[in-house]
């Protein structure tokens, strides 16, 4: 049986360009996301929970971001959490709601977030590339096992480097589009 995978490849890689996606989003661009929350852990009931499984997030204005606590005896966990976050919000406590306004992003501000994208773009192109790598083993191990010929992993060899540097090249945009944008904004 064949070790290697297509389709299973393919599937990886796109998980890496997914996950860095998902990580450009949390971001700060200077609007308000619900998405900028989603990395905070907050101590509740002698555990740690993502703040999504004990509030509500919501962005009522394009500058504030707003925070419904379920469970009013987690208020001032969920403010320290988001606070050791360290996303540069500082929570204003609204009953049993957290008002978190976005402040301006400064210049030097901008440069980080920028060099922190492109940061999160090559985490996401090592773990392609390590996709590729694997392909390559199996292939070569498969070759070794007479289950392939050396044409077939010839062939196969250049689909694989064809879908990583697909992959690397939307790698590469969706950072550039994150820069620009944290940047003009």
Known sequence: MPQYDKADIERRMKGA??????????LRTGRANTSLLDPVVVEVYGSMMPLNQ???????????LSVQVWD????????KGIAHANL?????????????????????????LAKLAGQYAEK??????????????????????????????KRSEDEVQKLTD????????????????????
């Open 17 to 26: 360009v997914e996950a860095l996606k998902s990580d450009l989003q949390g």
């Open 54 to 64: 004990v509030a509500t997030v919501s962005a009522p204005e394009p500058r504030m």
């Open 72 to 79: 009013k005896s987690n208020l001032t966990a969920v403010e």
């Open 88 to 112: 540069g919000l500082n929570p204003i406590i609204d009953g049993q709601t957290l008002r978190l306004p976005i402040p301006d992003l400064t210049q030097e501000r901008r440069k980080e």
């Open 124 to 153: 996401a192109k090592i773990a392609i590339r390590n996709v590729r790598r694997d392909a390559m083993e199996s292939l070569k191990t498969d070759e070794k096992k007479k289950e392939i010929s050396e044409d077939e992993r």
């Open 166 to 185: 697909t992959y690397v090249k939307e790698t590469d945009e969706a950072a550039a589009k994150k820069e620009q944008e944290i940047l003009t904004q």
